[in-house]
């Protein structure tokens, strides 16, 4: 009868350790550069996050935003942001745009499992989950208002 909840509890311990072996260290290191950036390099941070986001929505699941739940949305995204990083990280560049556009992925997988969820018994990723979101919510209220306001 609890198989399933048990099936499910170990599931998502398997998904924080993998994200924390792949994604936390890219995802910390993002965010704590950015905390660090001055106001003229933040935008680059934005589009960086916003534009990773994008390129991970589950467009190709073959069923619209409508017949998905959140939760599903929140882990393909996060699934297809793994998918990016392990890819991007397999190439070895040593390269700093490289790596920033990596640590970005990174952070969008981290933001869409926290909104999935899947950090609800860890708090420590809980709290780095809350933060990407929150700068993942920026970046996305930043890119909207630059497209509306259109080129000066």
Excluded at 56 to 83: F, H, N, V, W, Y
Excluded at 133 to 140: E, G, K, P, S, W
Aim: charged letters at 35%; hydrophobic letters at 35%.
């Amino acid at each position: 009868m609890f198989g399933w909840l048990k099936t499910e509890r170990s599931e998502r311990r398997r998904r924080v350790r993998l994200d924390r072996k792949y994604l936390e260290a890219r995802s910390r290191r993002f965010l704590k550069i950015y905390l660090d950036a001055d106001e003229t390099r933040k935008p680059q941070f934005y589009r960086a996050v916003d534009e990773a986001s994008k390129r991970c929505q589950p467009a190709d699941s073959g069923l619209s935003p409508s017949e998905l739940e959140d939760a599903q949305i929140a882990e393909a995204t996060s699934r297809a942001a793994m998918k990016i990083v392990l890819e991007r990280t397999a190439l070895k560049k040593d390269d700093r745009l490289a790596d920033f556009l990596t640590d970005a992925y990174a952070t969008v997988g981290i933001a869409y499992h926290r909104a999935a969820g899947v950090y609800t018994m860890d708090k420590e990723m809980q709290e780095l989950g809350t933060a990407a979101v929150h700068l993942l919510t920026i970046a996305t209220s930043y890119t909207d208002a630059q497209k509306n306001e259109g080129p000066v």
